[in-house]
């Protein structure tokens, strides 16, 4: 069947009404938002970089992702697409005929990125987690290069299944109001701990949670001096399921057994990542790009990063934690305490005033 998604037309074998794995090929319309930042991020990088790049999709499938890099932007210089699967690799070929910069690999994600190294873009969009690919995505990027990674095992990293979590990416995911944001910090900063392995270092520069995936965007920088500097941005969010106050921590040792405020027990989320995610220089740029094909969704996403990347805090707030009472309109909180919206939950805002002021400005309502 034929189908169209941004600025382009494509073929797969069936559209079932559940997406899984089990399909000959596999094509998902929900990731549309997926391949638009795609799109809206490397148009960008290709500016910021001033040069076409070398990319490839290693875990291709029908070959959406990059007939959309080809076609809606002038940013690539010659794509390579993998899929261990023929069917995939067959379609793709098919899908993007017509194109000359373009090679097709039908191989182990993890083989071709090491057998065809130095590339400027990477994306790694596999089913569940992104972990078995990173150490040979990081070898296989070229310094200064971009990669960008999909997680969408997010139950473990939201809290889910805490043990798998653990097992996967070495991290206590945390149970509290702002879980989406603790699993996109517990991604990235497992991607930088795999960066750090391998005497490189991955900062990210873009990232965010959607539905039922987590999307995070590193650029490979130049020397390991960086390397301390992120590594101080690696820490954990204590946080207290009694009265709400939460705080961060660079050093596991710090964290109080109690909570500081109301002395209930105090948990705790991570390791994860507490820095910023954005860079504010892409963002400038990815503000100006054309939205015309993009999802209404993408742009109301995008349009809440902008705000939210001027907060420094690693969390953020719903009212609804505070108490069941009948709680200012989120306009009037966003005014009220020099806070943000937030991408990551419609009722959610993202503030840097104190934890102690936000909550008495909701006592008076509770
Ligand atoms: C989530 S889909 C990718 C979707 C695609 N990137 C898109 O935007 O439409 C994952 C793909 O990875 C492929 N795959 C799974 N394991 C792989 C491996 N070890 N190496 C290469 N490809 C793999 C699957 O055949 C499937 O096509
Ligand atoms: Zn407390």
Known sequence: MRLKEGAVEFFIPELPDLISKDMEVFYNPFMAINRDFTVLILKAYSKLKAKKLFIADPMSASGVRVLRLLEETDAVEKAFLNDIKKEAIELAQKNLEGHQNVEYFNKDANVFLLENKGFDYIDIDPYGSPVPFLESAIKSLKTGGLIGITATDTASLSGSYPFKAFRRYGSKPLDSEFYHESALRILIKSVIEASFRLDSVLKPVFGFSYRHFLRAFFIKLKGVSKAVDISTKIGYIGYCHSCKFRANYTCILDLPKFCPLCGDFFDYGGPLYIGPIYDNELLNIMK???????????????????????????????????GKGIMPKLKDILKDLKATPTHFSPEGFKTDVPFTYVKEYFEKWA
């Open 288 to 322: 100006d790009e054309d939205f015309t094909y993009f999802h209404k969704d993408t742009i109301k996403v995008f349009n809440s990063i902008l705000k939210e990347s001027s907060i420094k805090s690693p969390w953020f707030y719903k009212a609804n934690i505070f």
